[in-house]
């Protein structure tokens, strides 16, 4: 979870340029992916997100302007943010992701622009669409990465964090910690901890800890928990989405107008 004081220097340092060149204002602006997630490898790059905000001019246009600022993506660096107008219309939805982003554990700049933000949140969440949002998140990765007899072993952890995070909804009815630790603390079963725990370390001390095998224990406990989460998240009630009028005034407050 450590960020360097260098590393931190220079993400703010393209933060001031983005701002130059584009004429925004970031508002939020965090470490998602491994590193906020707790599992990063000493060579995984920095997954820096932002939200934004332009003048009151520009969301005036009629000329619509592109909602995503795409800045830097490389070996280090994968940088890139949502417009607050996407933001609050995702946020509308219950989008996971931002969610994520408010609770990341590394963060590179916010504002009181983003309290007003954080203030209606937890307002907005929804756990049936997190359930199954972690829940297709899961199953893809399984389906795509882990059906092999030959697997990247590192592809456990994108299989187990949504399995864990949707886990946590269910239990608790509030958007899931970043941290896999954590999750791991307060979902996972003792009989396959040291499993898991045995990949967690080979994970965090290695550039690349490769292929191996198939962990047949493994897949059994992801298979039985997919099933259980289907079952679970098909029971639910549904939940409405947040009146657009508590949106439209943080958006109003935000601009100020």
């Known amino acids: ?5 260098e590393i931190v220097s220079r993400i703010k340092q393209k933060l001031d340029e983005i701002e130059e060149k584009e004429n925004i204002r970031i508002i ?7 590193r906020a997630w707790g599992f990063a490898s000493p060579d995984s790059d ?6 934004y905000v332009r003048t009151p001019k520009d969301y005036l246009k009629l000329e619509k302007t592109r909602d995503v600022i795409e800045w ?3 070996d280090v660096y994968d940088i890139n943010g949502w417009d607050i107008r996407k933001t609050l219309g995702l946020l509308h939805k219950s989008n996971p992701t931002l969610f994520e982003w408010n609770g990341s554990p590394i963060v590179y700049k916010t504002t009181p622009e983003w309290e007003k933000v954080r203030g209606i949140i937890d307002e907005c969440f929804m756990s049936k669409a997190g359930v199954y949002h972690y829940l297709s998140t899961a199953r893809h ?10 697997v990247k072993l590192k592809k456990y952890f994108y299989v187990l964090r949504p399995i864990l995070a949707a886990r946590w909804i269910l239990d608790k009815g509030t ?5 896999f630790t954590e999750l791991m603390d307060a979902e996972m079963e003792d009989f ?7 990949l967690l370390e080979m994970k965090m001390h290695t550039p690349e800890i490769g292929k191996g095998r198939r962990i047949e224990k493994l897949h059994e406990y992801i298979e039985q928990q997919l099933e259980d989460i289907i079952h679970k998240a098909d029971a639910m009630d549904g939940e409405k989405e947040t009146e657009w009028q508590k949106l ?3 958006f109003y407050d935000i601009l100020g107008i």
């Open 175 to 179: 958007p899931p910690p970043m941290l």
């Open 192 to 198: 396959i901890r040291p499993e898991v725990e045995r």
């Open 72 to 74: 830097e993506l490389n």
């Open 1 to 5: 979870m450590f960020v360097s004081e």
């Open 248 to 250: 439209d005034e943080v």
């Open 141 to 150: 990765n399984y389906k795509a990465y882990l059906m092999d007899e030959e």
């Open 46 to 51: 920095y997954d820096v997100r932002f939200i």
């Open 28 to 34: 939020h602006c965090i470490e998602s992916g491994s």
